[in-house]
Structures are given as C-alpha cells and as structure tokens.
C-alpha cells in the first residue's frame, strides 16, 4: 500500500473503523475479528479506528493485536462529560488496547473538547499520545469543527465524506489542507448504504483498466482520488474484504474522468 500524512504521522490510505463490528464477546466472533486483524497484518491495513461508544471493540482490538502492537496505529476516542470522568475513560482505553501509546485520540463528537483537549495535551507533552483530534458524523457541526481547526489545538479531523456526502467538499477539506490538518473519513461507503441499497448493478468495465474490480473499490477510490484525504477507514466484519478494500490503497489516483463516472453511476444505480 502507499502512504500519505496524517499530519505527521504516515499513514497507509486504508485503515479499519470497528464501529458495531468489534463489538463483540463470543469465542466464534472473536475468532472472526482475529483473522479481521491477521488480514490487516497481511495486507498493510494499519490504521485501527475506535471508541468507547463501540462497545467492546477497544478491548477486541486490544486482544487481538497483542504482541503486534508495532504493526498497528492506533485510533480511539473520548466520549463523555466532565474530567474526571474523561481521565478515567481515556485510562481505560490504554487498559483495553493493552499498549502505554496511543496514536491518534480524538474527541467523539465534539463531546465536551474544551474539557477533554486539556486532558489530551498533557497526554501528548508527555509522551502518551501521538496526534489530537476530533470528530463529528454530522456536517451541522462543521462551523464547530472549523473553529476548533483554527485554534490550532488539534491535528487531525475525522468526518463523513463518500459520493452521497460532499459538504466537507466545501470548507472543512481546503482549511485541512491550508493547516495540514490530517482527515480521516469516516461512513466511506456510507454505513454499508452505497452497496447494499443499489437498485441496478453497476458497470465496472471502464474502471478494471484502472485496476477495480469490485463495486466497494470503486467508491473508496473515488474517496482517495481526493488527496486532502489522509485515510478512509471502512468497516467490515469478512476477513476477505480487508484484501479487497486494502487493494484500493496501491492503485494509482483515479483520474477525474473515472470520478465524475463514478459518481454518474451512483446517480444511475442507487
Ligand atoms: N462520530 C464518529 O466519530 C464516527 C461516526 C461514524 C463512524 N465512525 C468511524 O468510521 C468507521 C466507518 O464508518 P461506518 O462503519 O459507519 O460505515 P462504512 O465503513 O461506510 O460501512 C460499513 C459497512 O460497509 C460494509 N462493507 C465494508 N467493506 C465492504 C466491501 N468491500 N463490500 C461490501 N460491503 C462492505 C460492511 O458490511 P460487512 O460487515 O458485511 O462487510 C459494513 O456494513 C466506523 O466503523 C467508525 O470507526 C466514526
């Protein structure tokens, strides 16, 4: 896979985000998620994507990571209010990804930041944490998000953007790029929507030159073909489509004809 800046961290373009997928508990479900992360491993899927709000997977992506931990980046985030109830939560994250390191935290939602941020910048001054973030699933929080980006406190963004969800198109991606603010997409594939809600098949003939061959690929390149993006970080709970999404992440840049084709054939199909 390629690599591009996640702020200063490098990063493969490909991750994971676990939400609802690894939060799980039974044996046969773990043994999933251990062939999910083996996939990973194998395939350079490095960026690991959590939170306290996703159950067990924290913990899942502790365990199944153990021993390997050097191989992963790994995200998470607080999600709570107050101070003492955020240092108790970001603890805890430390305790179930079983690692004294955390690459990237991230304030779920906006949830409380001002409180939170003095939280994380400790955490960084020593050595905890690597960069500081924040996230949002909805575009109404943008102007939050641009301020908070302005402040210069925070180094990577995480927000929804896929052929369905442009708003980032408009502010939050070009300010990212003026202040090199990495950005981590999350919903790439628009929870699992712009697969599974198809009402035609599409044609992928003009795209297998370019290397698709499947309709997933196809949308995450559209999302890479958009270089402000550092990392788009799909879900999945089939080992095998860690290979198939990963592929994405060594194709060259889709050219702007095959975008706007893409994009043409959403329009049909969906
Ligand atoms: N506020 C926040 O901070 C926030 C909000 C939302 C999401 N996120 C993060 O972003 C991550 C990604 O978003 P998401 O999980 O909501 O949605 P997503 O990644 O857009 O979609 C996930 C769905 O896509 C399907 N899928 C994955 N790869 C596929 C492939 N190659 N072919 C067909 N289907 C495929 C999965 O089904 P299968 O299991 O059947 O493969 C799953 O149902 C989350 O997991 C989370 O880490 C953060």
């Known amino acids: 896979m390629q690599t591009r800046k996640l702020a200063t961290l490098q990063v493969a373009p490909i991750g994971m985000g676990t939400w609802k997928t690894f939060d799980v508990r039974s044996e046969r479900e773990i043994t999933v998620r251990k062939e999910i992360i083996e996939a990973c491993l194998s ?17 899942v992506i502790g365990g199944t990571t153990e021993g390997r931990r050097e191989h992963f980046q790994l995200a998470t985030k607080v999600w709570c209010q107050g101070l003492s109830q955020g240092k108790a939560e970001i603890a805890r994250s430390f305790e179930r990804f079983r690692t004294d390191y955390i690459d990237v935290f991230q304030v779920h939602n906006l949830l409380d930041w001002k409180t939170h941020l003095l939280t994380l910048e400790k955490l960084k001054a020593e050595g905890r944490i690597g960069l500081i973030g924040i996230t949002h699933y909805l575009t109404e929080s943008y102007p939050e998000m641009i301020q908070i980006m302005k402040s210069g406190r925070i180094s990577t963004i995480q927000i929804p953007y896929n052929v369905l969800e442009r708003t980032c198109e408009r502010e939050i991606l070009p300010l990212a790029d003026e202040l090199e603010i990495g950005v981590i997409v999350m919903q790439p594939l628009d929870v699992g929507r712009l697969v599974i809600g198809l009402r035609r098949k599409p044609d992928l003939a003009p795209l297998q030159a370019h290397g698709i061959e499947t309709w997933a690929q196809a949308l995450l390149a559209w999302i890479l073909a958009d270089t402000r993006v550092s ?30 084709y893409i994009e043409s054939e959403v329009e049909r199909c969906f």
Do not use: C, H, Q
């Open 231 to 260: 990392v788009a970080i799909p879900a999945t709970t089939k080992p095998e489509r860690i290979r198939e999404n990963a592929a994405v992440g060594a194709l060259p840049t889709l050219p702007e004809e095959l975008r706007t």
């Open 43 to 59: 395939e350079g899927v490095a960026f690991l994507d959590s939170s306290p709000m996703y159950g067990e997977s924290e913990s």
